[in-house]
């Protein structure tokens, strides 16, 4: 495998950063991540424009303009030959010594590439199936909305769905409603059929699967409300789902060890999923 590391492709196992990396040290770092269809970034526009606003709220210059940054993250997966996979794209605020407020004179981003394949046919036997999810009290900052690689938290939820047989963790705030998964959105489709995800005014991601979705569903006539959920209305729910680059859009057929929707895939989870991959196969550049 090869990555990139700030202007070089390097074989993975000699890509290093400086131990005093500002995102190593502080996390004072944002990334974001692509999925990958024929070797084509899915989404693309959107996760840049994520990017930027990300890199500009933590006041970090974009390292090189959307068209250069298309071209390396594609010849890291033409090195790869990573057809079907995700990308990875992390940018620091550079290397100084250790401070919290920022170094006075400027220093470089650092910028990191990594790919990985992704096996199709058995990211769809694992949402014919559907997955568990396990809820979580809410403990993360208050700015979820930048991507940041500042993911203790999610870290530790995920953890605790593994150890539970479950692949996502969902979080609950203080009044009880879900916010979003560790590293997805969170949807379901209530007892009157309606589809609902949390608004993003909230304190959360605002994820661009999501967003892709939501012009899926307006095209099939569909409309969501966009609306928090408490686990129980999960519980009581026809169907739930997540969505996010690396799970696209999955099924949740479990929360907290109760089956949601009779233990098996929701109708429109199952074809949500395949009209998300469609568009996002027509449209990936
Ligand atoms: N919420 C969180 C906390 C995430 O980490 C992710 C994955 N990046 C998402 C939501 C989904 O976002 P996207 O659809 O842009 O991948």
């Known amino acids: 495998r090869i990555a990139y590391v700030n202007g070089r492709f390097v074989p993975h196992g000699e890509a290093v950063v400086h131990i005093e990396d500002r995102g190593y040290q502080l996390a004072d770092a ?168 949390r608004d993003t005014n909230a304190n959360i991601l605002r994820g661009i699967t999501r967003r892709t979705l939501m012009d899926v569903i307006a095209e099939e006539g569909l409309s969501v409300d966009e609306r928090p959920f408490t686990p129980d209305d999960a519980h009581h729910a026809q169907e739930a789902f997540i969505t996010g680059a690396g799970s696209l859009v999955l099924p949740v057929v479990s929360l907290d060890g109760k089956p949601i929707g009779g233990g098996k895939p929701g109708q429109v989870a199952m074809k949500l999923r395949r009209l998300y991959i469609e568009r996002a196969k027509a449209t990936a550049i």
Not at 75 to 93: H, I, T
Not at 165 to 175: P, S
Not at 177 to 184: D, R
């Open 30 to 197: 944002v990334y974001e991540v692509w999925a990958v269809f024929g070797g084509k970034l899915a989404d693309a526009e959107g996760h840049f424009a994520r990017l930027e606003r990300s890199l500009s709220e933590l006041s970090i210059d974009m390292p090189m303009s959307r068209k250069a940054l298309t071209i390396v993250l594609k010849e890291a997966l033409r090195r790869n030959r990573v057809r079907e996979g995700m990308v990875y794209l992390q940018v620091s605020r550079g290397v100084a010594p250790r401070e919290h407020a920022f170094p006075l004179n400027p220093i470089a981003p650092s910028v990191v590439i990594t790919v990985s394949m992704v096996d199709r046919t058995v990211s769809e036997a694992k949402a014919a199936k559907g997955v568990g999810v396990v809820t979580t009290p809410e403990n993360r900052w208050g700015r979820c909305d930048i991507k940041t690689v500042g993911l203790l938290p999610n870290a530790l939820a995920k953890q605790k769905a593994r150890e539970a047989g479950a692949a996502e963790a969902w979080f609950v705030d203080e009044l009880g409603f879900v916010t979003e998964g560790a590293s997805s959105n969170a949807w379901i489709v209530d007892r009157e059929g309606r589809l609902r995800t």
